[in-house]
């Protein structure tokens, strides 16, 4: 049975006894995927699922009264944040149920554009796209293209260790078992770079920041929301005024608040509608907890994240020791 | 038309170069994957293939405006006494937008009629506005997202443009469209228009506008919307995917919401203007504490109901809604205002608004 049918039937059987399902159906466009709320059976046939379905639905888990009984598909990634809303409280376990299945990888849809202006086509024109296999074939315009998969997956798929949801009430389909490494080179790379260098580049990447929010707001872990520090004026933190100090001073707080919750799901980068490479701070702090406290956030419901915890002195970092 | 020219691609640059002088050009260019409108100059190449990411609403209506500059100073004789001197700053540089679309120099007719009415004139807009100028590109392909041909609008429509450039063979046929474009016309590097480039033009106009897919009348939403005004299980299940970010008012040329704050530092402050977003629960959040719009679908039947009734109501008729499609193509969950707007002219209403 195709994969879809099966995640159909997955959820049929679990509606009766959920408010909603949040799952992913046909966006505004042949690359387009968009978050549906399935509470019918009828609502089913809107489901899809493949390479477009890109968005963590586990952000809308919190927007939610805690009482109402909701389902969520989940790419492996996706179901990490459950994982970590769940070890912080922010969610019920009994009133949450994880549909996961066997991520290939999602689609970078910038790296599409890119690709497609390498061809001298437009991505905001495609009128049909097709993923099979190692091909992803687009029309746009009347003309054909063809572009390799390799070069299109997200770069969190290519170093991607959790296909399979680590967490899940229904699993659909064969797992993967697949795990590629992150030794954090993009990091390490950016960090060899000379300080007035990596300063500049921030500076120019925050100019073009629109202060929409839509990093801090399709964040499963960013929970303050409307309580956040960034626009409160009692106190004020932040100044109204939109400088480049204003929209870093921001992607500093929004970056020390997801120390060790991150899960690097990259919605803050892909949610940016003028492309700011803001994953890149999000990873920095992740190589920091992962090299200090041994810890990757969202992988055990048990366990307590590093710095929600206190410890007199941690296993990694000697305190007393110099 | 007044006067047709004829701008051969070699010489963008040297046109683009002589509206530089003494004055501050915008152009669209590329910016590690995004477009968005940034000050020509040397080395700087335009990005005229595709629409900007980023409207170029910030030339007219800065994200970020300095409406006075104030300071307290006290009494040396009297310490109880404060003094407080305020200087009024307009700051209105001479610009040319170049190589945005007719949807993005339309939208400033929005403006137009909130911000320079008989009425009330609201300076620092007023000013900015005569002082800028928009040299428009015609488009020649819609994109997925685009619906201007819905709300009153055209791929090759002038309003609010002083100069429309419309793509032929290897160049642009430029035109002037107002009295002030006129004077941006008089340079070396436009020639005059060949009848075979207005031809060409013509042709190329009419094409782009067949190309476009076929409009929807979205006037009838205005009666619809507040019919549905107090159809709250409508609005909560349009707006369950949206996560209340700003993307789409940011993005929207035709969005003119503000906020003022007074940021002062020891005795000295400005006041500022920032744009303001209907997508924030701060948007109407009243001193006592109530929210006449407490949650996302409120918000999100304000973003509507604002462009496609209240505004046209109030105004008689024109929608506050260019069709540029930005808040559908870069929203981070593909929210579709197009289908928003169909949905309440299509659905029956549940619960019927107070008309």
């Known amino acids: 049975m195709p994969i879809l049918d099966e995640l159909k039937a997955a959820i049929a059987k679990r509606l009766p006894e959920l408010d909603v399902v949040i799952g992913w159906g046909k966006g505004f466009d042949a690359l387009h995927h968009t978050p549906v709320f399935i509470t019918s059976e009828a609502d089913l046939d809107k489901l899809e699922l493949g390479p477009l379905s890109v968005q963590n639905l586990a952000t809308y888990l919190t927007r939610y009264p805690k009482t109402k009984k909701i389902g969520v598909v989940v790419k492996g990634c996706d179901s990490r944040s459950v994982v970590q809303l769940l070890q912080e409280k922010l969610i019920n376990r009994e009133n949450v149920v994880v549909f996961g299945f066997p991520c290939e990888g999602v689609v970078d849809l910038e790296k599409v554009k890119r690709a497609l202006e390498g061809q001298g086509m437009e991505i905001a024109r495609v009128s049909e796209a097709t993923f099979q296999g190692e091909r992803c074939t687009l029309t746009t315009g009347g003309k054909a293209g063809s572009l390799p998969m390799a070069d299109l997956w997200a770069d969190k798929c290519n170093r991607c260790q959790y296909h399979d949801a680590v967490m899940s009430d229904e699993f659909v389909g064969q797992r993967l078992d697949r795990k590629a490494e992150d030794a954090y080179a993009d990091v390490a790379a950016f960090e060899a770079k000379p300080l007035a260098e990596r300063q500049a580049f921030w500076q120019e990447q925050m100019s073009r920041c629109i202060r929409c929010y839509a990093c801090r707001n399709a964040c499963p872990l960013c929970v303050c929301r409307d309580q956040c520090i960034a626009q409160t004026r009692e106190p004020n933190w932040v100044s109204q005024r939109t400088g480049v100090e204003e929209k870093f001073m921001f992607q500093m707080i929004h970056a020390s608040h997801l120390a060790g919750r991150c899960t690097e799901c990259g919605e803050c980068e892909r949610a940016c509608p003028v492309g700011i490479p803001i994953l890149l701070l999000k990873r920095k702090n992740n190589k920091e907890v992962l090299e200090l406290f041994d810890y990757r956030a969202g992988i055990d419901p048990e366990a307590k994240p590093p710095l929600l915890a206190f410890k007199v002195e941690e296993e990694k970092i000697n305190e007393r020791g110099w | ?355």
């Open chain 2, 1 to 355: 038309m007044m006067s047709a020219k004829y701008l051969a691609q070699g010489d963008l640059s040297a046109w683009l170069g002589a509206l530089a002088q003494g004055r501050r050009v915008l152009v669209p260019v590329r910016e590690n994957g995004a477009v968005v409108f940034r000050p020509y100059g040397p080395g700087v190449a335009p990005v005229l293939s595709r629409q900007a990411d980023s409207p170029p609403k910030e030339s007219v209506f800065p994200s970020t405006e300095r409406l006075m500059e104030f300071s307290y100073s006290k009494d040396p004789e009297n310490l109880g006494k404060v003094a407080l001197d305020i200087k009024e700053t307009v700051n209105a540089p001479a610009t040319v937008v170049f190589g945005g679309r007719p949807c993005d120099a339309r939208g400033f007719t929005v403006f137009d009629r909130v911000y320079d009415t008989k009425a009330i004139r609201d300076p620092y807009y007023a000013e900015r506005r005569a002082s800028t100028l928009f040299v428009t590109l015609a488009c020649d392909a819609p994109e997925t997202t685009c619906f201007c041909n819905s709300v009153g609008s055209s791929p090759v429509d002038a309003d609010g443009s002083d100069v429309l450039l419309t793509p032929v063979e290897g160049g642009w046929l430029v035109e002037a469209v107002s009295e002030r474009g006129k004077a941006l016309l008089d340079a070396p590097a436009l020639k005059d228009a060949p009848a075979s480039a207005q031809e060409q033009a013509k042709a190329a106009q009419e094409a782009a506008v067949a190309a476009m897919p076929p409009a929807w009348d979205a006037a009838p939403a205005a009666a619809k919307l507040i019919e549905k005004f107090d159809d709250m299980g409508f609005w909560d299940n349009v707006s369950a995917k949206c996560i209340s970010c700003g993307a789409c008012t940011y993005l929207c040329p035709t969005c003119y919401c503000f906020t003022v704050t007074d940021e002062r530092s020891g005795m000295k402050g400005e006041r500022i203007r920032t744009w303001d977003t209907c997508m924030s629960f701060q948007f109407t959040l009243e001193a006592s504490g109530h929210n006449p719009r407490p949650t996302k679908a409120y918000r999100l039947k304000n973003r509507v109901g604002h462009k496609f009734s209240y505004y046209p109501d109030i105004h008689k008729g024109p929608i506050a809604c260019c069709g540029c499609g930005r808040c559908i193509k870069l929203c981070p969950v593909s929210v579709d205002i197009r289908e928003i707007v169909r949905l309440a002219m299509e659905l029956p209403t549940a619960t019927a608004g107070k008309p």
